[in-house]
C-alpha cells in the first residue's frame, strides 16, 4: 500500500533538483536593475506616445534613473506626476510650462470660401496629391482631420471646416505636429494665450482677397508690441512665445483679427 | 480571329471611348490677350526665371532657363510685355510660379504666326548625333503624352543600356481625346520625318508606331506615309485601356516586359509620343521652341466638341469662351483624359505642355459617390494592367503599415485608373496608392 508513496517522492525529488538549478540560475545570472525604474514607470502615465523623444514610458525611466535627471520631461503627465518622479530620483521637478498644440489658421467655411468641392479621401495628405488647397486660401487648414487621427489624447475635432484643440486634453506630445502636410499646427506654452492664427505669407491684399481672417502683414501689432514680441516678416506676424506677456494690446490692434486669444475657450463635452 | 491584334497581356479595361471630336480638323487657335505661363511645366529640377516685370519679350525669347540636366527651357509663345510674376493656381490644382506676359497682337490667327516662319532644308545623313540632342533640349521639349519629363534626357540613355527599338506612341487610348489621332491624319508626312530624325539619333535602329485599331484612318494614313522607308513600320493594336502605357506598348508591340523599378531603356527601348515626334521635327527644321499644342476640347457641356492649336499659357477661360461654354453649369472641369487627367478648380488656368485635352462636364455627368467598404471581389487585381494585388495595397496604406516587399509593388503603379474604373464599391484606389508611393518617397 506504500507504492502510491514512490511516485510521490520521485516528483518531489525532481522538484528539489529543479528547483535547485532555478536557484542557482537566478544567483549565477542575476541582473542589479535599480528598483527606482519600476517605481518611476508606475507613476508615468503609461500612453507609450513618445512624444518624450524616447521608445516609450519605460525607456523614459531607464533613462531618467541611469542619468539622475529630468532634463527631457514627459510633456503627458502633469506637474504632480512629474515632482513624484522627481522625488524617486531625489531632484527637484523644474517647472517648465505645458506645451499645447495650436493651429495657426482660422480659415474656416465662412472665412476663407471653399475653392473646389473635393470629393477623394478623407485625409489631408491624399488631398494634397490632387489640389494644393480645397479652400481659396492656399495656406489654409484643409479640415480633412489628418491630426485628428493622429491624436492619441482624443484632444482634437473637425469643426466648421478647421481643426480645434481642447487644450485641456491636449497633452503638448507634439505627435500632431508631423501629421500636418501644411505645417499649420505649432507647440507653444499653455500660458502664451496670444496666437497668430495665419500662415499665409502673400501679400496683404492678396491674403485679404482669400481669407477674411488673414494677416495682411500691416505692421500695426509690431508698432504697437511694448515687449519686442511680435514681429512681422514675409507679410506674417509671428510671436516670440519667450517675450510676449499677454497684454493683448496686439489682439486690439489688429484690423482683420487674425491675432486671437486662445485657452479661454469653453469646452462642452457632447453628450 | 485570324490574326489577332497586338495587346499587352494582363489587366486593362474597356471604357465608353466618347471620341466625339476624331472627325474634326485641329483649328488654328488664336493669341489671347494674356498669357500665364507656368514655370515649371515638366518634371525635373525646377526653372531659373530670366524676365522681370516690365520687360519686352518677342515670340521665341527665353523666359526661364533650365538649370540642370534634368530640366526643360521655356520660351514665350507670342511678343508683348511681362505684366507680373505671381503664383497662380494651375490645371492639375497646384498652385505654381506664373510669368504673366500681356500680349502684342491679341486676335492673331497662329496660322499666319507659323506660316510666316520658313522650314530650313535639313540633310538627315549631315546631322549628327549631339546637334540633334541640343536643339531638342535648347527647345524645351518635353513628354507631351502627359508626364512632361525633358525630352532630351529620355534621349540620351547611358552607354551601358544600348538602345534597338524606337516606339511612336499613337495609342491614344484615353477616352475623349482625338488630338493624337488627328496629327497622324493631318501631318503624317511631318510625323515621318520626325521618326527619321529619331532613328538617326540611335543610328538607325527600327522605329514603329502604335495606333488603336479605333483609329482606321490613322493606321491606313500612318502606312501610307511610312511606306518604303526603311526599319520605320505601323502596328496596329487592340483598343483596350492603357494600351497607351509605356509598358504596356512595349509588352504589345515587342513583346518585351520592362523589369520592376526598371525604365523602358532596360529592355532596349525608347518610347515618345507622337505629338512630341512632331515637336522634335519642328525644333529642327523650323527651330521653333516648344511653344504651342494641339489639345481636344470636349466633355458632355459642349455642343460642338473639337482640336485646336493654342499657344502656351492660354487660359481655360479665352476656350471657353471659343466653345461657348456656359462657366456656370460646369460642374468638373477635367486636364487630360477622364482616366488619368486632373481635376482644376480655377477658370483661369493656363494650357501648359503636357495639356492634351480640356473636358468639361455639368452636373448631370458627375455622380458623387461614397467610398464604401472593399468587399474582397478581385475585380481591381484583375483590371490591373501591371498585374499588382491593389486591394491588398491599398489595405495596407490605408493602415499606414506598409511591408518592405510591397514597396516595389506600389512603385510599379502606372496610376492608369484601372482599378478604380472597376471597383464596385467606389474605392479611392488610385488615390490611395498614389498616397502610399507618396509616403515610400517621402521615406527615401
Redesign the interface.
Known sequence: MYEILIPGLVLSGFALVLSGGLLYASKKFYVYEDPRIDAIEALLPAANCGGCGLAGCRAFAEQAVKKESLDVICPVADAAAMSAVAKVLGIEASGADKNVATLMCHGTHENSKEALEYAGIEDCWAAMLVTDSVKACAFSCLGLASCVRACRFDAMKIENGIVVIDEEKCTGCGLCVPACPKTLLHMRPQTSEVVVCCFNTERGADARKVCRVACIGCMKCQKTCAHDAIHVNNFLAAIDYGKCTNCYECVDVCPTDSIQIKGKEVYVASA | MLHPLKTFSRGGIHPAYNKFSADRPIEYGTVPERLLIAVNQHIGRPLEVLVKKGEEVTRGSLLAKSSGFVSSNLHAPAAGKVEKIT?F?QLG???GETIIIKTENPGQSLKEILDSETPQSLRLDALEKEEILKKINEAGLVGMGGAGFPTHVKLSPPQEKPIDHLLINGAECEPYITCDHRLMLERSAELTRGMLILQKLFGGVPVTIGIEDNKPDAVKAMGEALAGKRGLSVAALETKYPQGGEKQLIKAILNREVPSAGLPMDVGVIVQNVATTLAVYEALVYNRPLMERALTVSGNLIKNPGNILLPIGTPVSFIMNRFEIDAARVRLLLSGGPMMG??S??FESPLTKTSSALLFFDGDYVH?RR?NPCIRCGSCIDACPMGLPVAQLTESIKGNLIAAHAKGDIMDCIECGSCTYVCPADR?LV??M??GK??IRREN
Open positions: 503664383r493656381p490644382g497646384q498652385i486632373r481635376a478648380f480655377s458623387r467610398e479611392r488615390q490611395w498614389r498616397v507618396s509616403i
